[in-house]
């Protein structure tokens, strides 16, 4: 476990888990070190710093600096018990004229750099990067750092400064927040702004704004070389993507009927789809489908069998090809239905056969075009033995797979709902996408 020390709130020094108190005068010396770890601090620097003038007491410059040597003897014994004196690694003397020392420790070990080196990384982090790195800065937040040494000017500096990233990074949260459609969150985010400067009138500008419905924006774009292509992930309406082509996922018996939401519902993705481009005539559809299908695979069952739907099967990881205009949707089916004909079940071996199979339809006939699709095997045929951050994992590793062998389509884009988002851990997804 190391050496860990704790500045945003009262000082601590803990090593291997335990901790090794130290007297306030060795402490703040440490402290002070520690601001400036991996750079070297002269004795008389941390004579004038740290050691207050002591009235009617000798105060020689000689015997200041004796007590620097003896606060940083007992700092070594704290840290570096088993390399006594200068054998220490922890805390280097450099000799000379006159003399420095160097704290060996970096933002790992010390709360207050890591806090300062994430704000300052987001900075120019990509949105997904920069919200995890200041949501972790605002976890090392305690409200009190450096309070130990508060009445130093030295300190009171560094406080002020810290105080202001901590306020940088919920601002910076707040912004990206609503960037990525999470708007309780940035209301969350801006309610403790506020609460901290009630009087500030940017900060109460604020909340009302954000109570306001807004147009979720993308919330993950990671373009990959050489090919150019796009994978994105973004909050939105999948009949909204004009520019794309879509991809519906279906049962292996293309079921189409809405009504009364008894065999699709109509909030499903193929009920949207019937209502939304279909006009609700769902024998429509089914007149395109058939032509689609018509040299693929199928079985026929009779109504003694199947009580309810449809009575023809195809193989899954069927794909029909409908044409909308100038794009082109994928039906694809993922899923088999049970005898009654009322219950779709998948599995991630039918979704990855399923997958494969779209994307040799996509490669035919897509002509490179943006290809949107939902999160395929998150609705009433979910497969629960994977989260929908692994569904999202599973279409991209699938599509990447297929593009390594020639390019697919300028842009895989999965469009999530806005009201989903908060069951979606987009920074996981991100780290996801960025590792496959």
Known sequence: MGVRLTLMDRAKLERDG?????????MAVLIRLALDAGKNVEVDD???????????????????RSHVHKCVSALRKALDPDRPGGAS??????????????????????????FEHLVAAA???????????????????????????????????????????????RRRLVDLYAGIGRVDRAIDMAGTLLADHPDDPEIRALLPAFYQERAPTAVNVRRLAPAGTEISVR??????????HLVVGFS????????????????????????????????????????????????VESRAVKKYGKLTRRPVGTVAVLHQGGRRIFAVAYSKVDADGLRAQSSLERMRHSLDQLWLAVRAVGQHRPVAMPIVGSGLARIYDVDREGLIELA???????????????????VVPPAELAKIDMNRVDELIRRL
């Open 18 to 26: 335990v901790p090794a108190p130290l007297e306030p005068r060795f």
């Open 46 to 64: 941390l004579s004038r710093d740290v050691l207050l003038p002591n009235p009617g007491h000798d105060d020689s410059l000689r015997l200041r």
């Open 89 to 114: 690694v922890l805390l280097i003397t450099d000799r000379g004229s006159n003399p420095s020392y160097r704290l060996e420790l970096g933002a790992d070990e010390i709360d207050l750099l890591r």
């Open 123 to 169: 900075r120019t982090a990509p949105p997904l990067q920069a919200i995890s790195a200041l949501e972790e800065a605002v976890r090392l937040w305690r409200g009190r750092p450096l309070v130990d040494v508060k009445h130093h000017e030295w300190a009171r500096r560094r406080i002020a400064l810290l105080n202001r990233a901590y306020d940088e990074g």
């Open 235 to 244: 909050a939105g309406d999948l009949f909204d993507q004009h520019d794309a």
């Open 252 to 299: 292996d018996t293309f079921e189409t009927n809405t009504d009364n939401d008894f065999l699709v519902s109509r909030a499903s993705v193929q009920g949207q789809l019937v209502h939304r481009l279909y006009g609700g005539d769902h024998r429509a559809l089914d007149r395109e489908l058939r032509s689609a299908l018509r040299d693929a695979p199928k079985t």
């Open 396 to 414: 991209v590793g699938s599509f990447l797979a297929h593009a390594r062998r020639g390019r697919l389509a300028d842009e895989l884009r999965i």
